[in-house]
């Protein structure tokens, strides 16, 4: 395994676990390498201190602060993942999410925007929502 200092186009610099410099290429060449912070594909290699090896027979171990960003990293892939086969849905949110609930609407998978008070009452309810980890750019704002 490889750790690389990563930074996105939106000048986020984040780190990521590969097995190889190829699987990093290959990955980011399908978009499946995104910035944890902002969601961009965008990905390049940024600037990083070289792996000196360890002396004599003591064990090499990952430093304390790669283990959770490659945790990050991997948690901003899986929501990247899921956001690609949901729906954004924008502050109608609570209104649809309700309604499926209901089964006024069919169930689909959706994201969107609510307030805390307004996701704090869709739980009260028994609507089965979840907030995302990392921020969603809403699509009108990409253009």
Partial sequence: MIVF??????????????????????QRSR???????CDNDHIDKAVMAPNIAA???RAVVAPPSAIPSAALAALAE??????????WV???F?????????GDEPSV?????TSLAEARELVDEGVPIAPLPF?????????
């Fill in 5 to 26: 200092d990563l930074r996105c186009a939106s000048d986020h610099v984040f780190e990521a676990w590969f097995a190889s410099s190829a699987a990093f290429e290959e």
């Fill in 31 to 37: 978009a499946l390498v995104r910035c944890p912070i």
């Fill in 55 to 57: 002396k004599g027979n």
């Fill in 78 to 87: 899986v929501q990247a993942k899921m956001l690609d086969k949901s729906e």
């Fill in 90 to 92: 924008g502050r109608s």
């Fill in 94 to 102: 609570p209104d649809r999410a309700r309604a499926m609930h209901l």
């Fill in 109 to 113: 998978l959706i994201h969107g925007e």
């Fill in 135 to 143: 921020r969603v750019v809403p699509p009108s704002s990409l253009n």
